[in-house]
């Protein structure tokens, strides 16, 4: 009788499995997962184009008056080697911003926005874009996130960043001449450049496509080293706030950080700055020679022989407030985009450039 009722129960077929359940989520684990297409290389490009020029926009004022507090004291310098009796009148930052608006009218404060935008289409794109590259081979996979150490992360961020600037250096190069011209009508010497399109051409015809890229290589150093700065403190400082104060991944913490990135990403990146600044400002022979220094090597000797080793930091304070509200704008530009278009896992996205 037993062995009856064994058989009879080794004979039925088992039963089946209950339905699974409506949920999203079952849904998700048994459809495969399909190619987005917001996490190609093309989407991730203009995303971050677009969050980049909405960053630009928002704070290009603070770039000028900076800009424009970098060359006060090269000119001062000129005035008093030629012995004509005139001092350039230093300004600080609000004064400077202040300046420009009395005398030249608000929307100079925008001037050479243009060739910013132009330089943000390369640069932040490839910037994004390469750093994505080299954190896919440099790190290491995890059930499908990507993990750095800091040290590695470090060097993927100089090495994007460089590229990128090395790229859009000739835009560059076109917004700080562009910036200047303003200042120059004021002083009663000739224009330069009448636009974009004319300071291209002008470079062009007095230095050849080499011309392009005056004072690069202190643009490339200053984006090496504000890359560096950046990403090493951002990391440490977010992650120091998170576990001494018990705070979650939130928006505080990302404002937190960025005053502090932003700080030490300027201490690093000013000087460089300032010497890419000089170098592209100086005028050229019809070479394309610079007439005031040799090099980034020269260019800082002399200004720190002329005016001190301070001179390097002219215009850090508005360096500073800028670069802390245009990582942050540009991160949560780049989030909202993404999440609008459907991104799945946008805070991880947004924080996968600092891990």
């Not at 499995?17 to 998700?28: F, H, K, L, M, V």
């Not at 390469?130 to 440099?138: E, G, P, Q």
């Not at 050849?208 to 150093?221: D, T």
């Not at 100086?282 to 001190?308: A, F, H, I, M, W």
Request: aromatic share 8%.
């Amino acid at each position: 009788m037993q062995s009856q009722t064994q058989s009879k129960s080794t004979a039925e077929p088992p039963s089946p499995p209950p339905p699974p359940p409506t949920g999203s989520t079952t849904r998700n684990q048994l459809r495969p997962v399909k190619y987005d297409y917001a996490d190609s290389f093309a989407c991730t490009y203009v995303v971050s184009v677009v969050a980049a020029s909405v960053a630009e926009l928002t704070t290009y004022p603070l770039d000028l008056t900076k800009t424009r507090l970098q060359i006060q004291g090269e000119a001062a310098a000129s005035e008093l080697k030629a012995g004509n009796g005139t001092k350039t009148k230093y300004r600080g930052m609000v004064a400077t911003a202040f300046g420009i608006v009395r005398e030249e009218g608000t929307m100079k404060l925008w001037q050479g926005v243009t060739p910013a935008l132009y330089r943000h289409v390369v640069y932040s794109g490839v910037r994004i874009c390469s750093y994505d590259f080299l954190r896919r081979k440099l790190g290491s996979d995890n059930n499908g996130i990507i993990t750095l150490p800091l040290w590695k992360s470090a060097l993927c961020g100089v090495s994007a960043g460089a590229v990128a600037q090395w790229l859009a250096s000739p835009a560059d190069l076109v917004k700080v001449q562009i910036q200047m011209e303003g200042k120059r009508r004021l002083m009663g010497e000739p224009a330069r450049v009448h636009g974009a399109a004319h300071a291209l051409k002008e470079i062009v015809r007095r230095g050849g496509v080499a011309g392009l890229w005056k004072g690069s290589i202190p643009n490339v150093q200053r984006a090496a080293l504000v890359n560096l700065g950046d990403l090493t403190t951002y990391d440490t400082i977010k992650h120091m706030i998170m576990i001494k104060l018990n705070m979650p991944d939130c928006h505080t913490v990302h404002v937190l950080s960025s005053i502090c990135a932003g700080f030490v990403a300027a201490i690093m990146g000013t000087p460089a700055d300032v010497v890419k600044t000089r170098i592209m400002n100086q005028p050229t022979d019809e070479k394309g020679r610079g007439l005031l220094y040799k090099g980034s090597v020269d260019c800082l000797r002399q200004t720190v022989n002329k005016e001190g080793f301070g001179a390097l930091y002219k215009g850090f304070l508005p360096c500073w407030i800028r670069m802390a509200p245009w990582s942050l704008t540009f991160w949560l530009s780049f989030e909202q985009i993404r999440s609008m278009i459907g991104v799945a896992g946008v805070v991880a996205s947004l924080h996968a450039f600092f891990k």
